[in-house]
């Protein structure tokens, strides 16, 4: 199991930025797709984008051009850069872990950071 700690959420105003981090356990970081999903009140959890490991990333339509995910093999550790942040950015945001080795698959979650964009 893959133990993933997020940090960077908080409190910001429409327009404003704010960089998610989220930092991994063990050692398939490497090998892993990296993602960062949300959840707003009464909503489910949608994707916000993803990074493999090959660095290929998916954006969602709502972010596409105002989010940036990156990672960082040798901390392991995966960002969300967010910029131009809107009220319906609020949300919890949630880091994936994703990786296949050999026959064992590992899909893990961290425990969720709170972003709210104020109007």
């Known amino acids: 199991q893959v133990q993933l700690v997020e940090s960077g959420g908080g409190l910001v105003q429409a327009g404003g930025s704010l960089r998610l981090s989220c930092q991994a356990s063990?050692?398939?970081?490497?090998?892993?797709?990296m993602g960062w999903y949300r959840q707003a009140r009464g909503n489910e959890r949608e994707l916000v984008a993803n990074i493999t490991s090959g660095d290929s990333t998916n954006y969602a339509p709502s972010v596409k051009g105002r989010f940036t995910i990156s990672r960082d093999n040798a901390k392991n550790t995966v960002y969300l850069q967010m910029t131009s942040l809107k009220p319906e950015d609020t949300a919890v945001y949630y880091c994936?872990?994703?990786?296949?080795?050999?026959?064992?698959?590992?899909?893990?979650w961290g425990q969720g950071t709170q972003v709210t964009v104020s109007s």
């Open positions: 063990g050692t398939i970081f490497r090998i892993s797709t």
């Open positions: 994936n872990s994703n990786a296949r080795l050999g026959a064992a698959m590992f899909n893990d």
